[in-house]
């Protein structure tokens, strides 16, 4: 299951205020389907990189708290590759 537009409006309609975090960068949205075809390779590097973006965004910040959420290990796990959702949930 990726995350589509109507989800991702239904979702984002739930958050108070999403235009003014989405403007101060209090909330990023961001595509984990390219990710996939890395995760599939064993590479991490991209996952590396995602990482050091949003610890410099965090970095910037007054409130440091993060939440990362996504349904890329699902994605994976309906397709049966367990051993890459094991290596991304160890990441």
């Known amino acids: 299951m990726h995350l589509d537009n109507k989800i991702l409006d ?6 108070k205020n999403c ?3 989405l403007e101060d960068e209090n909330l990023l949205i961001i595509d984990l ?11 991490l590097e991209p996952f ?3 990482k050091k973006y949003v610890l410099e965004k965090k970095s910037k910040r007054e ?7 996504g349904d890329l290990v699902n994605d994976l ?4 590759h367990f051993d890459e959702c094991v ?5």
């Open 48 to 50: 590396n990189d995602l």
């Open 10 to 15: 239904e979702l984002l309609s739930k958050i």
């Open 63 to 69: 409130n440091k708290s993060i939440r990362l959420w």
């Open 33 to 43: 389907k390219p990710y996939y075809t890395v995760i599939m390779e064993q590479n």
């Open 19 to 21: 235009d003014k975090h």
């Open 77 to 80: 796990f309906e397709q049966k």
């Open 87 to 91: 290596l991304l949930e160890q990441w």
